[in-house]
């Protein structure tokens, strides 16, 4: 993003646009899958691996989402989680934004069937796109 006061919805490519390839996500430590919603062995076969006993939707919809401005604000200002973060797109899209190993951002867009875990501490800030709708599953280790 080029000001403070750029639209954080819009998809904000370098120009001239330089592409992230996903091997360099996962240098980074972000794990990526992409994952038939109607095939769910996959992801139970991560779940189970991984030890994620618990998840819940989280909706982030004008509409319907409470508060949504403020989530979506407090979404897109840089912070960490003790824990990894576990989401999995279920339908909608969005941006996340993680810190580059020299300190600059790297934008990437995730969409249905996309899974992705950040490791635990990692910078990041998330977005919705100009399409302002997503549904995810967010899941943790604990019950
Ligand atoms: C659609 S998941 C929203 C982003 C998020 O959970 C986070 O950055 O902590």
């Known amino acids: 993003m080029l000001d403070e006061g750029d639209d954080p919805r819009l998809p904000h490519r370098r120009v001239p646009n330089c592409p992230v390839p996903l091997a360099h996500l996962h240098e980074l430590g972000v794990l990526t899958w992409k994952l038939d919603l109607e095939a769910t062995s996959l992801l139970e076969q991560i779940r189970s691996e991984r030890g994620y006993l618990y998840s819940e ?7 319907s989402t409470q508060d949504f401005d403020a989530k979506v ?11 990894e973060e576990v ?11 993680i810190r580059d190993f020299d ?7 995730v969409g249905k ?3 992705i875990v950040l490791p635990a501490g990692m910078s990041h800030r998330f977005t919705l796109d100009a399409k302002n709708y997503i549904k995810a599953s967010q899941s943790e280790s604990r019950k």
């Open 73 to 83: 604000q407090g979404f897109f200002k840089e912070h960490t989680h003790s824990q």
């Open 57 to 63: 939707v989280l909706t982030l919809c004008r509409e």
């Open 103 to 109: 300190g600059k951002w790297i934008r990437f867009a």
């Open 113 to 115: 069937g996309d899974m």
């Open 87 to 97: 989401r999995f797109i279920l339908d909608g899209s969005g941006y996340w934004d």
